[in-house]
């Protein structure tokens, strides 16, 4: 293809958007739905000294809520709405925070890092 003919009109096949969810500029964003909110029960049952971190939507992502266990292992799914997250929070005892504010903490990055460093060790590195 030429330089010129990159300009030129129908050079170029168009690209059409995805179908479902909701677009936020030209990305996708999948909604939360009732799996994300079972796994959030789930998780925090099966863990203590857990708390809620309500991350705000952004760009590429709704609304998600970050669950952080006394030993720094989280998960993070896609809630409905910041309220959401927060009665979430209440019901299950958990006291949250709004992540934006707060930042995340120390114990998961800490955890992040362990668990590199022992699949580095794992594999050999």
Known sequence: MGF????RRGATPRM???TGGAHTGSTTVRAADKVDAAHLS?????RH????FVEPRTAVSEVTLLLVAHDGEWTRRRVP?????HEFCNKHQV???DAAVVGVPQRMRD????KKREERER???
């Open 111 to 114: 955890y992040n890092s362990r």
């Open 81 to 85: 709405s910041v309220a959401w997250a």
């Open 4 to 7: 010129l003919d990159r300009f």
């Open 95 to 97: 006291p949250s925070y």
């Open 42 to 46: 789930s998780w925090v049952g099966e």
């Open 49 to 52: 000294g857990v708390e809620g």
């Open 16 to 18: 059409s958007r995805p």
């Open 123 to 125: 594999r050999g590195f």
